[in-house]
């Protein structure tokens, strides 16, 4: 029996989470019911997609052929909804960033626990195939010890934001592109090289004008003594890259695909892995673990560990000064 859920949030990502997976009957999950803010725009394609439309994600929650929820919805929004979904005993899968906050992300962290419903945060490049050879290369000794971290995510998505619109209300996307992009880009860190310890945050709007940054920058150093140093801009050509570099070898991946691998000594590897949709593979895997199969995997203390060096940055920003991860 395939897990049934509610989609609440129907807008771009709302609808590419539901098209991922719908209709495979050997995913795992299927969207029944749902609910938006906007109703009238999403009511046709609801429909299309088979997905009961309620007025209200209360209503949502007391559906009764409803077991889990797809939050797709404003930052601000997730914390109070995955304690709302807890204590109506659904299952949870958010999308990022997971809260604004550390002392929200714990909280709802607890709230499911409670509960006992399985909590998912969705970071979908963890399911990238390249980015498991990364941690195999990592854990085998391919790097060596490592040393220092880059990241890069950015694209040109900001410069579409327009008053009125949630995303370009600056409560809900601090420091320009991390809440849409840039979160990805520091969980792909923490999920290769582990907890950060520090963080020195500059951030600044060189090109927008709708109140918004576009260009930030970071340095930061892990719990295990590596570097660190990450980038995200909201108005610029799209760009996915993390590199590893270490005391053996140095591993590039770019685009999600293309893996470059350069030893201290030998002949460097150039690798492409084959295309994935990362939207299904998280989706499949919530519903795994909700039917008792693996874990999902991402740690829910590396979930809260996200949001709380996204609230540091956001604090460094400020200041200027270099702060400590709690």
Same mark, same amino acid.
Request: aromatic share 6%; proline share 5%; net charge negative.
């Given at each position: 029996?395939?897990?049934?859920?509610?989609?609440?949030?129907? $807008? &771009?990502?709302?609808?590419?989470?539901?098209?991922?997976?719908?209709? &495979?009957?050997?995913?795992?999950?299927?969207?029944?019911?749902?609910?938006?803010?906007?109703?009238?725009?999403?009511?046709?394609?609801?429909? %299309?997609?088979?997905?009961?439309? @309620?007025?209200?994600?209360?209503?949502?929650?007391?559906?009764?052929?409803?077991?889990?929820?797809?939050?797709?919805?404003?930052?601000?929004?997730?914390?109070?909804?995955?304690?709302? /979904?807890?204590? +109506?005993?659904?299952?949870? #899968?958010?999308?990022?960033?997971?809260?604004?906050?550390?002392?929200?992300? +714990?909280?709802?962290? *607890?709230?499911?626990?409670? /509960?006992?419903?399985?909590? %998912?945060?969705?970071?979908?490049?963890?399911?990238?195939?390249?980015?498991?050879?990364?941690?195999?290369?990592?854990?085998?000794?391919?790097? $060596?010890?490592?040393?220092?971290?880059?990241?890069?995510?950015?694209?040109?998505?900001?410069?579409?934001?327009?008053? $009125?619109?949630?995303?370009?209300?600056?409560? *809900?996307?601090?420091?320009?592109?991390?809440?849409?992009?840039?979160?990805?880009?520091?969980?792909?860190?923490?999920?290769? +090289?582990?907890?950060?310890?520090?963080?020195?945050?500059?951030?600044? %709007?060189?090109?927008?004008?709708? $109140?918004?940054?576009?260009?930030? +920058?970071?340095?930061?150093? #892990?719990?295990?003594?590596?570097?660190?140093?990450?980038?995200?801009?909201?108005?610029?050509? &799209?760009?996915? !890259?993390?590199?590893?570099?270490?005391?053996?070898?140095?591993?590039?991946?770019?685009?999600?695909?293309?893996?470059?691998?350069?030893?201290?000594?030998?002949?460097?590897?150039? !690798?492409?892995?084959?295309?994935?949709?990362?939207?299904?593979?998280?989706?499949?895997? #919530? %519903?795994?673990?909700?039917?008792?199969?693996?874990?999902?995997?991402?740690?829910?203390?590396?979930?809260? @560990?996200?949001?709380?060096?996204? *609230?540091?940055?956001?604090?460094?920003?400020?200041?200027?000064?270099? @702060?400590?991860?709690?």
């Amino acid at each position: 029996m395939s897990l049934q859920a509610a989609i609440i949030g129907m $807008g &771009r990502w709302g609808r590419i989470l539901v098209e991922s997976i719908q209709g &495979r009957n050997e995913a795992g999950l299927r969207f029944v019911a749902g609910s938006t803010g906007t109703p009238d725009k999403a009511r046709d394609w609801a429909a %299309a997609q088979g997905i009961r439309l @309620h007025d209200s994600y209360e209503a949502a929650l007391a559906d009764p052929a409803v077991q889990a929820v797809v939050l797709a919805t404003p930052h601000k929004l997730h914390a109070a909804q995955v304690e709302a /979904a807890a204590a +109506a005993g659904k299952h949870v #899968f958010v999308e990022k960033p997971f809260t604004l906050d550390k002392a929200s992300a +714990a909280a709802a962290v *607890e709230a499911c626990r409670k /509960a006992g419903v399985v909590l %998912a945060l969705g970071h979908n490049r963890r399911f990238l195939p390249a980015v498991a050879e990364l941690k195999a290369m990592l854990a085998d000794g391919r790097i $060596g010890t490592l040393l220092h971290v880059e990241g890069q995510f950015s694209g040109p998505g900001a410069a579409a934001y327009k008053p $009125g619109m949630w995303r370009a209300d600056r409560s *809900e996307s601090p420091l320009g592109g991390m809440g849409g992009m840039g979160i990805h880009m520091i969980d792909m860190m923490v999920n290769l +090289a582990g907890p950060i310890a520090e963080v020195t945050v500059a951030s600044t %709007a060189r090109v927008l004008t709708n $109140g918004l940054d576009d260009t930030t +920058a970071m340095l930061c150093r #892990f719990a295990s003594g590596a570097t660190g140093t990450f980038a995200t801009l909201a108005y610029a050509p &799209r760009c996915w !890259r993390v590199a590893l570099y270490g005391s053996e070898g140095w591993a590039e991946l770019t685009d999600h695909e293309h893996l470059v691998y350069r030893p201290r000594e030998g002949e460097t590897v150039v !690798r492409d892995f084959p295309k994935v949709d990362i939207e299904r593979a998280e989706l499949e895997a #919530f %519903a795994a673990a909700v039917a008792g199969g693996a874990a999902y995997p991402l740690p829910l203390d590396q979930a809260i @560990h996200g949001v709380s060096v996204f *609230e540091t940055m956001i604090v460094s920003a400020a200041s200027g000064g270099s @702060h400590a991860v709690p």
